[in-house]
């Protein structure tokens, strides 16, 4: 003859606050497992990005639209072509620190290959080819 265990009902009451106190607590304590506002590139730089001497940043509106590239969810690439002292440094900089800030993870940002830099029918091409082939 086996014996079987009876059936044991587990009644699971809901969480009562009794106080206002407990009720500010648990809000808070939601509050810490929402998702975290995620601004533009181009507003993290206004608030927070500084340049050498200290002073706050303020993009040009084409700095503005390259950075907010970096941060645009449909965007899986970003591949620039563009001219010396627009700041793009200063873009990656900030774009670096807007990921620590909001969403730390793994990034590759990978630079143009040497190859890229050499232009075979120039003279200053063959400079560089024997620069870079010393490497």
Known sequence: MTKTPPETTTKIEALRITSVDGAVVAQHWL????????PKLSQFMCDHARSDDGAKIRPFPFQSDMA???????????????????GYSTILQSFVAWRIAYDPARK???PPK???????NSTLGSLRRAIFSSL
């Open 108 to 110: 590759l940002i990978n």
């Open 31 to 38: 509050a810490a497992f929402a998702p975290k506002m995620r």
């Open 68 to 86: 907010d590239a970096f941060t645009d969810p449909e965007t899986s690439q970003v591949s620039v072509r563009k001219s010396s002292r627009i």
């Open 114 to 120: 040497r190859t890229n830099y050499i232009n075979n």
